[in-house]
């Protein structure tokens, strides 16, 4: 696992260890980011149920300015600070340990609004567009945010979410990958 592009390209990413995780594949990275546009000018990412943050990562090095990654296991805590020192991009990142839906409700308190969100929660966890609901309630999406639900190939999120539409969906063996896409009249 390595990061694919930009400023860190070619520097390994480290694996959670353990049987726990599920780290996206450079395949998948690759083509979720040629899905999305492959350079960013700026703007907020947020890595949701982080792992090793590698796609986080893969977003900072190629132009977001800030990420935030959360994951509620310690193991991937320690593995995401790690990945992020070893890439040279700690200095632009805050880390947190804790569950998903205390996590944005911690993080709209701070006011925090992303341009860009990665949901890759683990595939018996089913509940992306109710996450999703809540971050729109709590004004947490950006107008143009993209976000990229990575998921279990069976399930199937719908084509809207509140004010989400789905702009592409891809299958990758027993991955699929949804994107929405956000636009309200607020920048």
Not at 68 to 82: L, M, N, P
Not at 126 to 131: P, V
Not at 148 to 177: F, M, N, Q, W
Request: hydrophobic share 40%; with cysteine; glycine share 10%.
């Amino acid at each position: 696992m390595r990061v694919v592009s930009g400023i860190a390209r070619g520097r390994p990413l480290k694996s959670v260890p353990g049987m726990g995780t599920r780290p996206t594949t450079d395949k998948v990275k690759e083509a979720i980011f040629s899905m999305i546009g492959p350079y960013f000018s700026g703007g907020v990412v947020l890595d949701l149920f982080a792992g090793t943050g590698a796609l986080g990562i893969e977003a900072l090095s190629r132009g977001m300015d800030t990420g935030f990654f959360v994951d509620q296991e310690y193991k991937s805590i320690e593995t995401i600070r790690a990945n992020l020192r070893a890439t040279g991009l700690a200095d632009r990142a805050e880390v947190y340990r804790n569950d998903a839906f205390r996590a944005i409700k911690t993080m709209a308190k701070r006011g925090l609004r992303f341009d860009l969100v990665f949901l890759d929660p683990p595939y018996k966890i089913k509940t992306m567009d109710a996450l999703l609901l809540t971050m729109q309630e709590l004004s947490m999406i950006r107008s143009g945010c993209v976000i990229v639900i990575e998921h279990d190939a069976r399930h199937h999120y719908p084509e809207v979410i509140g004010g989400l539409s789905l702009a592409k969906r891809g299958k990758y063996g027993d991955t699929a990958v949804s994107i929405y896409q956000f636009w309200s009249g607020d920048q």
